[in-house]
């Protein structure tokens, strides 16, 4: 990891500058642009190849910059104050004053908002006087980077600069929990649910759904471009088998999420996993049942969305 302020200060020079960089967060890597500038959301789309529909994700760096924007509530600093920064990622109407691009939003009067914990993206953001839109720094419906080369490997040198962090610690996306009315989580990710379910006395249920009026609710989604079976016994022999944990027996085409049947570094490796076999160039992949509680929801919802046709 280069953490150095040289290549923060450079990433701000593009950005102040209208231009798309790559910055890196606990959950992925994400393709940043301010969200003020029509320019610059506009080009996020266009890298990304994104629907204009599917609005995008806003990186704040603090609360005073966020209240210029959004409306707030007490389920919102109940939640903040606990797990922000982190990896969740809050639905919030907001304030007709507000100066974000319509491009983010799709016109729409809510905002899908974070506060990421990765060192060097906090400092980025201390330097700017505007919030990143940052969806992840993927083609859409490919699969989510984790590392510096998995965004050459989408990008080439379309992308003005990356900003290297290291490997992404959680390795999936944040949770989504709309707090327009009643919490509705919209999306599973790296908070596990049954955290935010203690911390607000309430069971809130996975919405699926909800249309596509926040980020990550495409049907087809981190995908690897191949077919790919779920809840599998025995694959095939020429398919790629990913299994949730390690194993005596051992083929070639085996793929582990974890040693010891972890989710948390089952989800942590998925993506990871995913790129590998497809670079490997599988025609097809199988993966065992994987079990659908704590990180492992987030994981099935993962793996579904990228099977379907």
């Not at 080009?43 to 707030?72: A, E, Q």
């Not at 016994?233 to 049947?261: C, G, Q, V």
């Not at 948390?264 to 599988?282: D, P, Q, S, V």
């Amino acid at each position: 990891m280069k953490n150095n302020l040289s290549n923060i200060k450079k990433s701000k020079y593009y950005l102040d500058k209208g231009e798309c960089v790559a910055i890196p967060t606990e959950t992925v890597y994400g393709l940043a642009g301010n969200a003020y500038s029509n320019k610059a959301t506009l080009k996020i789309f266009k890298l990304k190849k994104r629907t204009k529909k599917n609005p995008l994700i806003v990186h704040y760096n603090n609360l005073k910059m966020l209240s210029k924007d959004c409306i707030t509530n007490s389920h919102f600093f109940k939640l903040y104050k606990k797990f922000c920064p982190g990896p969740l990622t809050f639905v919030l109407r907001l304030k007709k004053s507000t100066k974000i691009s319509k491009y983010v939003t799709n016109s729409q009067n809510t905002l899908a908002v974070r506060f990421p914990n990765h060192l060097l993206t906090k400092k980025l953001l201390k330097l700017l006087n505007y919030p990143l839109a940052a969806p992840s720094a993927n083609i859409s419906t490919k699969i989510s980077p984790v590392s510096i080369e998995d965004v050459k490997e989408e990008f080439g040198n379309k992308i003005k600069f990356i900003l290297d962090g290291g490997r992404s610690k959680i390795g999936l996306e944040s949770t989504i929990i709309s707090l327009v009315d009643k919490p509705r989580i919209l999306r599973l990710g790296g908070m596990e649910r049954s955290k935010i379910n203690k911390l607000l006395k309430k069971n809130i249920k996975f919405d699926k759904k909800e249309k596509i009026n926040v980020p990550g609710q495409s049907k087809l989604h981190y995908s690897p471009g191949i077919p790919i079976k779920l809840n599998i016994i025995k694959p095939k022999s020429h398919e790629a088998f990913i299994l949730i944990k390690k194993r005596k027996k051992s083929d070639k085409n085996y793929y582990y999420l974890s040693k010891t049947k972890n989710l948390k570094e089952a989800a942590k490796n998925l993506y990871k996993i995913l790129r590998k076999i497809k670079n490997k160039n599988y025609k097809s992949i199988a993966v065992e049942k994987i079990p659908n509680i704590g990180f492992g929801e987030a994981i099935n919802d993962r793996l579904k969305r990228a099977s379907t046709k």
